[in-house]
C-alpha cells in the first residue's frame, strides 16, 4: 500500500504559526507535493520537496525527510484566508504515480 | 495560455448513461492525471497517462476508461455511470524541470449520477 496519513482537521489562531504534518511509506518514494485547497475550488500548488530540508517560501514552508517517511507544512502569520483543506501528496517515481493524503482541514479563528 | 481545462463543468446523468470528460492543457505535459474527490476526502486516483497513447490504472479505474490519443488532451470515459461515480472530476498535469515538479489542476467537472 501507500498509506499516506495526515491529520482530519486543525484549528488555530490568526497570527499564529501551525504545522501540518504528512507521513508516507517511503518505498519508491521521488518528492512529495503540498496543495491547498479552498471550499469548491480546485487545489491550488505550493511546494514540491524532493531532497532533505526545509524550503521557505514567503509565509509558508515546507520540511521534508525522506528516511523518516515525514514532511511538514509550517503556515506563519495566519490570516482567515488561509482557512481550506491542505493536501499531502506523494510522487511514486517506478511509475509517475501521485497519490493523496486524505487532506487536512484547517480552521483559523480570529 | 489556458493552463489546463475541462469539459463540462457540471453534468447530470442517469444511471446507465454513458458520457466523456475532457481535459486539455496547451503547456506541452507529458504527464496528464484523472482524480475523483468525493465530499470531504482526497483526491483518489483513477488513471494516468505518461505520455500520448499511453495510460495507466491508479487506485479506482473500475467503471472508467481513458485515452491520451493527443498529447494535449486526455478523455475520462465511463460506459455506463452509477450513483457511485457522483463525484468531483480533476485532471491535472505535470511540468517537470530538472528536480522541480509542478502540477497544475482544472477547474473540475461535478458529476451527479440518478
Known amino acids: 500500500g501507500q498509506n499516506i496519513d495526515q491529520p482530519t482537521e486543525m484549528t488555530a489562531t490568526e497570527g499564529a504559526i501551525v504545522q501540518i504534518n504528512c507521513t508516507y511509506q517511503t518505498s519508491g518514494f521521488n518528492g512529495l507535493f503540498w496543495y491547498q485547497q479552498h471550499a469548491g475550488e480546485a487545489p491550488t500548488f505550493l511546494s514540491y520537496n524532493v531532497l532533505d530540508g526545509l524550503e521557505e517560501k514567503g509565509r509558508f514552508s515546507s520540511f521534508l525527510s525522506r528516511s523518516k517517511g515525514y514532511s511538514y507544512l509550517l503556515l506563519k502569520e495566519l490570516q482567515m484566508k488561509d482557512s481550506a483543506s491542505y493536501l499531502c501528496a506523494v510522487l511514486y517515481s517506478s511509475a509517475s504515480k501521485i497519490i493523496f493524503g486524505s487532506g487536512t482541514r484547517l480552521s483559523i479563528r480570529p | 495560455n489556458a493552463g489546463v481545462t475541462q469539459t463540462p463543468k457540471f453534468r447530470v446523468l442517469k444511471t446507465g448513461q454513458s458520457m466523456t470528460l475532457l481535459c486539455a492543457q496547451d503547456?506541452?505535459?507529458?504527464?496528464m492525471y484523472w482524480y475523483r474527490q468525493d465530499p470531504g476526502m482526497g483526491l483518489r486516483l483513477i488513471h494516468y497517462?505518461?505520455?500520448?497513447?499511453?495510460?495507466a490504472k491508479g487506485e479506482v479505474p473500475d467503471g472508467y476508461n481513458v485515452s491520451r490519443l493527443k498529447k494535449q488532451n486526455f478523455l475520462l470515459g465511463l460506459e455506463s455511470a452509477a450513483p457511485s461515480q457522483t463525484s468531483v472530476y480533476f485532471c491535472a498535469s505535470i511540468s517537470r524541470q530538472g528536480y522541480q515538479e509542478t502540477q497544475y489542476f482544472g477547474p473540475g467537472t461535478r458529476l451527479l449520477v440518478l
Open positions: 503547456m506541452n505535459h507529458e504527464y
Open positions: 497517462s505518461v505520455g500520448e497513447g499511453t495510460t
